[in-house]
């Protein structure tokens, strides 16, 4: 197999969440990758979208971005738009599925079960509805295509005073798995990628100050402390760049992971 030319290129790939740090990364280097981009958030992200778009043409000045807005755990709105796409011609076959909250950072024992409930419909629900929809897509024109869910080493190991963000991760590594082998007789291979602590960006940034606003033994309540406290947990003593991500899932998305399915990639400098 070559792997000369762009790894996406004739490719049409969806970003949820693309209004973000990480969406907007995978989206930019997608469209370096040659890819086609619709870029999805929820309502009110316009200003986010915007700046995405003019990253993606940043990279590409020709490229045509489509951006779209709607609440992932809205299953109407959600099949109203991948109707739209396909009335207007588009059909992705590769997903980013990257819409999420992060939630609450509380102890198990206080944790808001309203703010659970958020957590979980976002994360899981909509993650799982955004994939539901897509796949009926390709399975009814007849073609394969890839999809990278969006988990979390949080998923992985737990995180300290986030178990609504630790459950719903966890959940959608096991949602990975079971729709990688649900979807392979279609020719769509499913996987996720497992980000620790990636930064700089507005999440780091939320997670240092919530993790030292919480009462915990295992931070201090000065932000600068925490941060030091979180990459000397990692085993390469760095963050992980939004770059050294959006390079896995594009990978992952492309056919130079032709035989890769129902793998989750854990993105923390060996850390678990």
Excluded at 75 to 93: K, N
Excluded at 104 to 131: H, K, Q, W
Excluded at 263 to 270: D, K, L, Q, T
């Amino acid at each position: 197999m070559s792997n000369s030319g762009p790894m996406l290129a004739g490719r049409t790939i969806l970003v949820t969440g693309a209004a973000g740090d990480i969406g907007r990364a995978v989206a930019v280097r997608s469209a370096s990758e040659g890819a086609r981009v619709v870029l999805a958030d929820r309502i009110g992200t316009d200003g986010g979208l915007a700046e995405t778009a003019s990253a993606c043409r940043s990279e590409r000045p020709d490229l045509a971005i489509e951006t779209v807005t709607f609440d992932v755990t809205d299953q109407l709105a959600t099949a109203d738009v991948f109707d739209a796409l396909r009335g207007s011609g588009l059909v992705p076959d590769a997903l980013f599925n990257n819409a999420g909250y992060q939630g609450a950072f509380a102890n198990v024992s206080t944790y808001p079960l309203d703010d659970l409930e958020r957590v979980l419909d976002v994360n899981v629900v909509g993650a799982f509805s955004v994939l539901q929809r897509w796949t009926r897509g390709l399975i009814a024109d007849g073609h394969g295509g890839s999809v990278v869910n969006s988990a979390s080493m949080a998923g992985v190991a737990g995180a300290a005073n986030m178990p609504a963000y630790s459950a719903s991760k966890a959940a959608v590594i096991g949602l990975t798995q079971s729709a990688a082998k649900d979807l392979a007789p279609y020719g769509i291979r499913v996987n996720a990628v497992s980000p620790a602590f990636i930064g700089p960006g507005a999440m780091w940034d939320r997670q240092v100050e919530l993790q030292a606003a919480t009462p915990s033994p295992y931070y201090s309540d000065d932000p600068e402390r925490v941060e030091d406290e979180m990459i000397r947990q990692i085993p390469l003593r760095r963050l992980g760049s939004l770059d050294e991500v959006a390079s896995v899932v594009v990978f992952l998305l492309s056919e130079q992971a032709s035989d890769l399915t129902g793998v989750n990639i854990e993105i923390a400098g060996g850390g678990s």
